[in-house]
């Protein structure tokens, strides 16, 4: 089979079969397509690609066949067992960035880190903060460590729910995108988020109990002038202002992600 008959023979995206091709080959300039379109592949590579392909049809995310997935400039290694990170994301490294540049804010804490991608990306942009990452999953400990290493940055991650195992210990800045999709919401059923970890995007309840839990507990391990920053869903901006303030935090502050829509939630501890 030839490059461009293998390109066209299964009902994939054309993008997305570019991208298999690629990744099958071992290459990674979609311009080797176009300058050989009429070479014939080697059996084993079209095994492989019709394999991918069929997996693709069957709604398995790209990023999981690949292998990894792009953000903030890094190339992140991601398994079934982490979040696929998303553009919308960061924002929340944005925003992080911006607060850490600030005289005296020294730490940063991720919590729920799955990849690694919010702690790396601050990691990668400001490399004197002290980044320290906790899952509460092993398997996406070992992945945030793989990246961790690939990419050569001093990240500590520690195996926790939430606060359980972090003791006595504050920090500057805390981040999280946690499980915040409600039980009931339909996009559970659709797209990559059927094959994504249920336990990275739902908390099987109303979707904004980690939050809930969060920030309760984060008074204990923020310094004084810390701040909280949370991802959540477009419809929930007021509810996680309301939990914030409820909590004690103060100048909250919401965030919205390019589309316009609201995305982010931030408070001040002792400001
Ligand atoms: N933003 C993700 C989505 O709905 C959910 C991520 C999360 O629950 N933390 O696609």
């Known amino acids: ?9 299964f009902d994939n995206d054309r993008r997305d079969a570019e991208l298999l ?3 099958c080959l071992g290459k990674e300039e979609r311009s080797w397509l176009i300058a050989n379109d009429s070479d014939e592949l080697p059996a084993t590579v079209v095994q492989k690609f019709s394999l991918m392909s069929s997996q693709r049809l069957a709604g398995i995310p790209m990023a999981y066949l ?3 997935r792009e953000f903030w400039s890094l190339k992140l290694v991601v398994t079934s067992d982490v979040l696929i990170p998303r553009p919308e994301t960061e924002l929340l490294v944005e ?3 911006e607060l850490a540049a600030r005289p005296g804010y020294q730490s940063l804490l991720d919590l729920g880190t799955g990849s690694g991608a919010i702690a790396l990306a601050v990691q990668n942009t400001l490399p004197a903060l002290t980044v320290t990452a906790c899952d509460v999953s092993q398997a996406a400990l070992d ?4 990246n961790a290493r690939a990419l050569q940055l001093p990240l500590e991650l520690i195996q926790s729910s939430w606060f359980d195992a972090l003791g006595q210990r504050r920090w500057s800045l805390i981040v999280s995108n946690p499980p915040y999709v409600a039980i009931d919401d339909t996009h559970l059923s659709e797209g ?4 994504e970890p249920e336990g990275a995007l739902t908390d099987g309840g109303d979707g904004l109990s980690s939050i809930r839990e969060i920030a309760a507990r984060a008074p204990d391990h ?10 959540h869903g477009y419809d929930q901006a007021g509810d996680v202002r309301s939990i914030l303030e409820l909590n004690g935090f103060s100048d909250v502050r919401l965030r919205r992600d390019l589309a316009g829509r609201p995305r982010a939630t931030g408070g001040c501890w002792r400001c």
């Open 1 to 9: 089979m030839k490059v461009k008959e293998a390109l066209s023979a």
């Open 21 to 23: 091709l690629l990744h």
């Open 66 to 68: 690949l292998g990894y």
């Open 95 to 97: 925003w992080a960035l």
């Open 143 to 146: 992945v945030a460590q793989e």
């Open 192 to 195: 990559d988020l059927r094959y």
């Open 222 to 231: 923020l310094n004084p002038d810390g701040w909280l920053l949370i991802e």
